[in-house]
């Protein structure tokens, strides 16, 4: 699962976002993981709408400690 908006490999097929991210959604919870993925992309579509200079690193920013706060960990606090 990917965001429909993010930064690909259409916008910079040497640094791009898309294996980043699909690692972050994977240790989410697999019921909000859909939700997570369309909320990130109307983030960046918004933002880069607005003409925002620094929309990757806010989304995905905004990404990460989403992930930080809901990734599935084990009871001895090792990653899923």
């Keep these: 699962m990917i965001p429909k908006y993010h930064y690909s490999a259409e916008d910079g097929p040497t640094y791009n976002d898309t294996s980043w991210i699909e690692a972050q959604l994977d240790m989410l919870p697999i019921n909000i993981q859909k939700k997570v993925c369309s909320r990130y992309s109307d983030i960046y ?3 880069t709408n607005d003409g925002d200079k620094d929309v990757r690193s ?3 920013t ?7 706060k809901y990734k599935v960990t084990y009871q001895d ?4």
């Design 45 to 47: 579509f918004k933002m």
């Design 58 to 60: 806010r989304a995905n």
């Design 62 to 68: 905004w990404l990460r400690l989403t992930v930080d």
């Design 77 to 80: 606090g090792s990653l899923f």
